[in-house]
């Protein structure tokens, strides 16, 4: 069981069409089983929205937009059906205007959100009868209908939500993505020289690169990957769904969440001169790190400071290799150690794009008068440091403060309804 899910630079035209179906029937004849998740056709949504905006002087209604931009994704699934239709195989387009229409969402037009149960109830209800029959559905991606019919679509990366909630009802085997490049590569081509692909990694690893300006995967639609199905993705002017391409592994909290380092840990500060400048110095650091095989838990540095976050039980065996690290340099003036503290991490896939969110968490920990020694952030997390005494209390205040920041998260969400 496949669920393939073409982009819309695969579907430019049709010549590029023909090709994918060609891709599709040659898995078919090896009795795989498939679901077919097609974008709008190269840059049609965006040709679509300009024409809206031009038309109706950009006072169109969220809903009547939804509505006009879903025709991209719904021509594509009628050409894609005719053209594996052309191949000898039975295809079925999937229409939301009709009954067996599987992607429900709440009325947040232009970016909306899935019901995940609902959804992955009327996948199976839906699709599982017409793979059953021999028949493979090609279903139109970013496109979804309110329980009371309205049509909707689903912002950002709302083709690939697509394929990843009917893999998650259908227990696929894989979700491969043929788009127009072979992988995800160890830097942006433009950019740099040399780039190479990468053969595997996790969606946690990911979710990092989406801050910057590439998005290989928009972080909404990582939200919804299946954690026990991998994602393949490939390029679709190889012809072949078989090739070689990045294997994307994990899953990553859809829901914000809070949890605890299981061990205590220390923070191990030094401060001198231009610290900031002094690389030798870290690297003798990371050096006499890696000689005791110790994990590094977190790391800040500011231009006369540098924190490393290490385990308690473990920060003995490297203290003295740290303190001839400070002895031998012209930059570093002394070092000093904390008592234990514990590592909470706030996690969430939206959680770098909500504002605010720092400054709730902290005024949450001042209010039950819990202070902070140390934070930093990276991807879609928070690490925060409490005193280790106090930590039930400090996750129970966070878990308590999750529920507002949710309720910030669904409001961003809400209020900033990207397209494409």
């Not at 097609?38 to 031009?54: H, I, P, Q, R, Y």
């Not at 947040?108 to 493979?136: C, H, Q, Y």
């Not at 788009?179 to 942006?188: F, L, S």
Request: glycine share 8%; charged share 25%.
């Amino acid at each position: 069981m496949l669920v393939v899910k073409f982009g819309g630079s695969s579907l430019a035209n049709g010549e590029k069409i023909a090709k994918a179906a060609k891709m599709v029937a040659k898995k078919l004849k090896e009795g795989v089983r498939l679901v077919v998740v097609v974008s709008a056709m190269g840059k049609t949504t965006d040709k679509l929205l300009e024409t809206v905006d031009s038309a109706s002087g950009s006072k169109a209604k969220p809903a009547d937009i939804d509505d006009i931009l879903s025709m991209g994704e719904r021509t594509s699934a009628r050409i894609f059906s005719t053209a594996l239709k052309s191949l000898g195989f039975k295809a079925r387009y999937i229409d939301p205007q009709s009954e067996e229409w599987p992607i429900i969402t709440d009325d947040s037009f232009m970016n909306a959100e899935p019901i995940l149960d609902k959804s992955l109830d009327s996948i199976r209800r839906n699709l599982l009868p017409l793979l059953e029959n021999g028949v493979t559905p090609v279903v139109p991606g970013f496109i979804g209908k309110t329980v009371d019919g309205r049509i909707t679509t689903l912002g950002r990366g709302g083709s690939d939500t697509t394929a990843f909630l009917i893999a998650h009802a259908l227990s696929a085997d894989e979700i491969i993505l043929a788009t127009d490049v072979d992988g995800i590569m160890t830097a942006d081509p433009k950019l740099v020289k040399d780039v190479r692909k990468i053969g595997e990694l996790k969606v946690e690893e990911l979710i990092g690169l989406t801050n910057s300006g590439k998005k290989f995967i928009h972080r909404k639609a990582l939200r919804y990957k299946p954690e026990g199905i991998d994602v393949k993705i490939v390029n679709s002017a190889r012809g072949d769904l078989d090739v070689d391409g990045t294997i994307i592994k994990g899953s990553f909290p859809r829901d914000l969440s809070a949890s605890i380092h299981e061990s205590p840990v220390v923070a191990v500060t030094m401060v001198g001169k231009e610290l900031s400048k002094a690389s030798k110095v870290m690297l003798d650091l990371f050096s006499k790190l890696e000689e005791k095989g110790i994990d590094l838990l977190g790391m800040s540095i500011d231009h006369d400071s540098l924190i490393m976050y290490l385990p308690e039980n473990a920060v003995r065996d490297v203290l003295e290799g740290f303190h001839e690290v400070v002895l031998k340099s012209d930059r570093v003036l002394a070092l000093a150690v904390s008592p234990k503290l514990a590592l909470i991490r706030v996690r969430g896939a939206y959680l770098s794009e909500t504002p605010g969110v720092l400054n709730t968490v902290s005024e949450a920990l001042y209010s039950q008068g819990l202070n902070i020694y140390g934070v930093f952030t990276i991807t879609s997390s928070i690490c925060l440091f409490v005193e280790w005494g106090r930590r039930v209390e400090a996750l129970k205040t966070l878990e308590e403060t999750i529920k507002q920041l949710r309720l910030e998260e669904e409001a961003f969400r809400k209020d900033n309804k990207p397209l494409t």
